[in-house]
C-alpha cells in the first residue's frame, strides 16, 4: 500500500497523558499536513511541514501540542498533558511540492481522553 | 471567514437520483477541491477546479465553479448507496473546510 499511513489508529489515554502519533507520507511527497477533526466538523488544519521545515502552524496548536518531521519523511505529532478536549480525529495528509495540489489523506488516528 | 460553507448540512435521496450540493466562500481561491469522508475514515480527494475553470466532470460527478458569486456546486448523477458520505470542500493551500455536508442514499 503506497498510501498516506498513521499510526496508531485508535488511542484512548487518561487525562495528563502524553501522546504521540506517527504519520508516514507517500514517499515522493514533499509537503505533509496534519489536521484536527472533532465529531460534525470539518478537519481543522493545524500545522504543514515542506520536507523537514515546519512551516505554518495553527493558534489551534497550543504549546502543548508539538510536530516533528526530522529527516523530512515521516512525520510525529505529540501532545503534553492531554486534556479531554483533545478528542478528536488527528487526520494526516500528504501533498507534491506544488502549492495547491490535492492532498492525500490518511485513515486518521481518533484520540479519546478520559 | 476563509472557510468554504457547505450547503445543505444534510441530504437524503434514493438511489438513482442525483444530489447537488454547494459551497460557498469569502476569500480569493486558486483552486477548490472536494473530498468525500465515509463514517470515521480518513477524506478522500474527488476533483480540484481551478479558479480559471467553470466546470469539469469525473465519471458521475460534476462541479461547477462561479467566482464572481463565488461558489461551487457538486452533483453526484445516478447516486448508490455507497455515495453515502460526508462531502467537504477545501480551499487554498492548507484546505480550509467547512462543516460538511452529509448525504445519506437510501437503496
Known amino acids: 500500500d503506497t498510501g498516506v499511513s498513521q499510526d496508531p489508529r485508535h488511542k484512548i489515554t487518561k487525562r495528563g497523558q502524553n501522546v504521540t502519533f506517527r504519520c508516514d507520507p507517500i514517499s515522493e511527497h514533499n509537503r505533509l499536513y496534519w489536521y484536527r477533526q472533532t465529531l460534525g466538523q470539518g478537519p481543522e488544519f493545524l500545522t504543514y511541514f515542506q520536507n523537514e521545515a515546519q512551516l505554518e502552524k495553527s493558534r489551534l496548536l497550543s504549546d502543548r501540542f508539538s510536530a516533528e518531521r526530522p529527516k523530512g519523511s515521516f512525520s510525529t505529532l505529540e501532545i503534553q498533558r492531554t486534556e479531554q478536549g483533545d478528542s478528536a480525529m488527528y487526520l494526516c495528509?500528504?501533498?507534491?511540492?506544488?502549492?495547491?495540489?490535492?492532498?492525500?489523506f490518511g485513515p486518521g488516528t481518533r484520540l479519546t481522553v478520559l | 471567514s476563509q472557510q468554504g460553507e457547505e450547503d445543505p448540512q444534510a441530504l437524503s435521496i434514493q438511489e438513482g437520483e442525483n444530489a447537488t450540493m454547494n459551497c460557498s466562500y469569502k476569500t480569493s481561491i486558486n483552486n477548490l477541491q472536494w473530498y468525500r469522508q465515509n463514517s470515521g475514515r480518513g477524506l478522500v480527494h474527488l476533483i480540484l477546479?481551478?479558479?480559471?475553470?467553470r466546470e469539469k466532470h469525473s465519471g458521475r460527478l460534476r462541479v461547477t465553479l462561479d467566482t464572481s458569486k463565488k461558489s461551487s456546486s457538486l452533483l453526484i448523477t445516478a447516486s448508490r448507496a455507497a455515495d453515502t458520505a460526508s462531502y467537504f470542500c477545501g480551499l487554498r493551500n492548507k484546505l480550509i473546510f467547512g462543516t460538511g455536508t452529509l448525504l445519506a442514499v437510501q437503496p
Open positions: 495528509a500528504s501533498s507534491p511540492d506544488t502549492v495547491g495540489d490535492t492532498q492525500y
Open positions: 477546479i481551478r479558479s480559471n475553470e
